[in-house]
């Protein structure tokens, strides 16, 4: 059984999945970044790990993969989601906005990079084709690992996306010079390849918004994660058929959906899919690790991976205090973007291909790959410490694209009564909304409103709460108000969080959970009833208005003892 079973792609993926479970949980308890640790179970369960061992040890055989050509549809599929992902972050509109400092500071460190690493590979004696490939595969710097660690909103996270943007767009041409063999074969698919992109991108801007319309009306989450996957696989064969490769489709794909109002909504449905697909990837990454190489080779190996490592870090340090940013920027950009990249691996895999480097380049490099991925997360908190020494007065500057708004939750007839009260004050804001139907008439009406659903992932990060200057929950879902409560609270602890209750109860809860007010509906709705009731019949406005207010107070310190609260609630108040 256990060799009918090795033989299978099902041992294949229990062994890879398996070994992902592992890994999480365990680094996670350890508190140590899962990509050292995918990295690491990837060579111990692959072909050059335990899989050595499986002849004279057989019993090991259910736990490795002995055959390294069978981990590549994993790594295949890793590197597409991945791709996908990066293109959702490249939209248009934020490569036009950041344009001078994508061209200007990433275009700069990638011709600095690749130039140098060109010379010193030449020198090495290398052909000219090769020392050229290298070089541009080693300027490129993991977005998937840089990213979460930086953000996108501290200086050190700026600088690094206008880099790493730049070094994504370069990936198109690159692959597209190594996939086209001759002159004929790189006129035939340049004709194709335009065509077929600028089909999708008219596709892209035609249907995709149709087709992700629907499927946000159905509020089913495996339908818009089912469609999102649809419109990355057809745009991958479409690249894949006239030879610009699978990865080109997937990058579009991501950029056509970036351009929609669908894209923070595709960005959390995916992520979990997503961030196994990177795990995937990671560990074959260390499964393509030959052991007995590193120990063979150690000393050039990682002589060659400190090297890479100090002529990044040193360009990039240059390039930004050339540009004129802070000392401790310079310094924790340039060390967190010292790596070489997933990038790079797709690189020299089509490279390898294309015969422009031998095995023997794309297995060494590959391992030097590897041994920097593993150590970015290192690197990272090594350019944090750093940056805090040379640099100790630098402010964390952060101020994204919902600095100072009003975050409005939920577009009903609550959420658009508050809209409207902000509007006659003159107080930006940004409501968001599930219901694609309701974000398209608040839209036509000149409000500011965007597709999201609140209830899935990350709500602080996904719509910038850290910035806002208030939260505003009008949702008629008690339990998710609660919820959503608490976690604001925990993130943002001075954020005002104003949240529609349910009732008396309800109210408390959300005073417990951190809101700074709860407004319960039955309450409300009873004053205001006594108030039209009071002046209809006589009573003078004034004191109808004082006795109001004075309820108002008497009810919600009556919420706030039945609560068990430690303090009566203030209108207005802030914590």
Excluded at 34 to 54: D, Q, T
Excluded at 169 to 193: E, N, Q, R, T, Y
Aim: hydrophobic share 55%; glycine share 12%.
């Amino acid at each position: 059984m256990a060799g009918e079973l090795g033989g299978s792609g099902l041992h294949d993926a229990l062994v890879i999945l398996g070994a992902a479970g592992v890994v999480i949980p365990a680094f996670a308890r350890l508190r140590v970044s899962p990509v050292i640790g995918f990295i690491l179970v990837g060579a111990l369960v692959g072909p050059s790990g335990l899989g050595a061992l499986v002849v004279g040890h057989p019993w090991l055989e259910p736990l490795t993969i002995t055959d390294a050509a069978r981990i590549d549809p994993f790594a295949e599929f890793g590197i597409l989601l991945l791709l996908f992902a990066i293109g959702l972050e490249l939209s248009f509109r934020r490569l036009w906005a950041m344009k001078r400092s994508v061209l200007g500071l990433g275009g700069g460190q990638m011709l600095a990079t690749a130039t140098l690493v060109f010379a010193a590979v030449l020198m090495l004696g290398a052909s000219p084709l090769s020392a050229a490939v290298l070089g541009l595969a080693l300027a490129m710097s993991s977005t998937a690992l840089v990213m979460p660690i930086a953000g996108t909103t501290s200086p050190t996270g700026k600088a690094a996306l206008a880099m790493l943007l730049f070094q994504d767009l370069m990936l198109v041409p690159i692959l597209f010079w190594l996939d086209a063999k001759g002159s004929d074969a790189l006129l035939s698919v340049a004709l194709g390849g335009v065509a077929v992109v600028a089909g999708l991108l008219v596709a892209g801007r035609l249907l995709l918004p149709v087709l992700f319309a629907q499927a946000a009306r159905t509020k089913n989450p495996e339908l818009f994660l089912a469609t999102a996957l649809l419109v990355v696989m057809l745009s991958s064969l479409a690249t894949g058929a006239v030879g610009l490769g699978a990865v080109m489709g997937a990058l579009i794909a991501g950029l056509l959906i970036a351009e929609t109002d669908y894209r923070a909504e595709v960005e959390v449905i995916t992520a979990p899919l997503r961030g196994l697909a990177l795990g995937i990837f990671l560990i074959t990454v260390g499964m393509r690790l030959d052991l007995g190489a590193l120990l063979a080779e150690w000393p050039a190996l990682l002589g060659a991976t400190a090297l890479v490592l100090a002529a990044k870090s040193l360009i990039i340090y240059a390039l930004l205090r050339w540009r004129g940013t802070r000392s401790g920027t310079a310094v924790e950009t340039g060390l967190l973007m010292a790596s070489p990249s997933e990038l790079t691996l797709i690189v020299l895999g089509s490279a390898l291909a294309a015969g422009a480097i031998s095995g023997d380049q794309a297995g060494f490099w590959t391992i030097v790959t590897a041994l920097g991925l593993t150590l970015t997360p290192v690197l990272a908190v090594l350019g944090r410490r750093l940056s805090r020494r040379v640099d100790p007065d630098a402010l964390s500057s952060r101020g994204g694209d919902t600095a100072g708004l009003t975050i409005v939750f939920g577009f009903g007839r609550i959420g658009r009564l508050v809209a409207e009260m902000l509007e006659t004050h003159d107080r930006p804001y940004l409501a968001v909304d599930g219901d694609i139907d309701c974000v398209a008439e608040a839209r036509e009406g000149g409000r500011r409103v965007i597709f999201g659903d609140v209830a899935r992932g990350d709500a602080v990060e996904r719509f910038g709460l850290r910035d806002a200057a208030a939260v505003v929950l009008t949702m008629d879902d008690p339990v998710l108000t609660v919820r959503l409560t608490k976690a604001i609270h925990e993130e943002c602890p001075g954020l005002t969080i104003v949240a529609r209750a349910r009732d008396t109860t309800h109210a408390a809860q959300l005073y417990n959970a951190g809101a700074t007010d709860a407004v319960p509906e039955t309450m409300e709705g009873s004053l205001q009833m006594s108030e039209a009731l009071l002046v209809d019949i006589g009573v003078a406005m004034g004191p109808v208005i004082a006795s109001i207010h004075e309820k108002r107070s008497e009810l919600r310190a009556r919420i706030w003892q039945e609560g068990e609260l430690a303090e009566e609630p203030a209108l207005g108040r802030r914590r």
